[in-house]
């Protein structure tokens, strides 16, 4: 029987470690913005926390509802709106709150001179300090239909919820967002992307026709899980991204945005959904077939 010294025993551990280490840094993936220029053919998506979404349909970049800041994060967002803002060609926004209309976010993108910017008319109220070129912004409307840089866009109703499954009403502007704030149908590469925005279930949901790509929210204020479900199985989409959960510092009062439920939702589903359902850490990459 071989007997190890406590030297070589440390030793031993010592050298696993190392090994286990450097394997597990060989596994990392490259930066998100390395990856995003190094992407050149087809579709690829990446989440960037809450229900911020980046797009590459090969050498169109896309971003929907990005909030790249650090304030009461659980960890910093995964790249920098500067990084982003050479490279991101449209920022779609579903409507004026910061955890989606993020002012410093679109600040630094619209210094880079790149970005075009889809705002609903309730946005453009907290964006007046920042210098967007009229030629580089569109405000969209829900059930007006319009094309930038390629992409088809249907903007559709957004009917934002609340606290205990209710409507948000108690804002001063409420009539006028759910006027003017949207989700949006994005048509791209052969491929129809549905993220709803914050909204609750609505009838116009239902009757979305051939989408490929769905954005679900299963929080308290939007979707939560049967209603999430609902959606999903009349859709049957072919890809099921969840968002709006794991970004935010969770506090009680707060608890019905920050907190979703992504994994309860995924096990309301059948097994084949399941299989097309997919939780992404931040930053990871996807690519749609």
Request: aromatic share 8%; with cysteine; net charge positive.
């Amino acid at each position: 029987m071989l007997t190890l010294r406590p030297r070589t025993i440390r030793l031993s551990v010592l050298v696993a470690f190392l090994l286990w280490a450097g394997s597990a840094c060989a596994q990392q993936q490259p930066p998100v913005l390395e990856q995003i220029r190094a992407h050149r053919k087809g579709i690829a998506v990446w989440w960037v926390g809450n229900a911020g979404w980046l797009i590459k349909a090969d050498e169109l970049l896309i971003g929907i509802d990005l909030d790249l800041s650090l304030p009461n994060k659980i960890t910093p967002p995964v790249i920098k709106p500067e990084e982003l803002a050479g490279d991101l060609d449209v920022a779609f926004v579903s409507h004026q709150h910061g955890d989606h209309c993020n002012l410093p976010t679109i600040d630094a993108l619209a210094k880079g001179r790149r970005t075009a910017f889809v705002l609903p008319a309730t946005c453009l109220k907290r964006t007046t300090r920042i210098a967007i070129p009229s030629e580089r912004l569109i405000v969209p409307e829900p059930g007006r239909p319009f094309d930038v840089k390629g992409v088809a866009v249907e903007p559709i109703n957004a009917i934002h919820g609340n606290q205990d499954f209710t409507v948000l009403t108690r804002e001063p502007d409420f009539v006028e967002s759910i006027r003017a704030n949207c989700g949006y149908v994005l048509n791209i590469l052969g491929k129809r992307f549905l993220h709803p925005g914050d909204s609750v279930l609505t009838e116009q949901h239902l009757g979305l026709k051939n989408i490929d790509v769905l954005f679900v929210s299963p929080t308290i204020h939007n979707m939560y899980i049967d209603r999430s479900m609902i959606l999903i199985n009349r859709l049957e989409p072919a890809y099921i991204f969840p968002q709006h959960f794991g970004t935010f510092i969770v506090r009680p009062e707060i608890a019905f945005w920050t907190r979703g439920y992504p994994d309860e939702l995924k096990l309301r589903l059948s097994a084949e959904l399941q299989k097309r359902y997919h939780k992404l850490e931040q930053g990871e990459m996807f690519m749609i077939r």
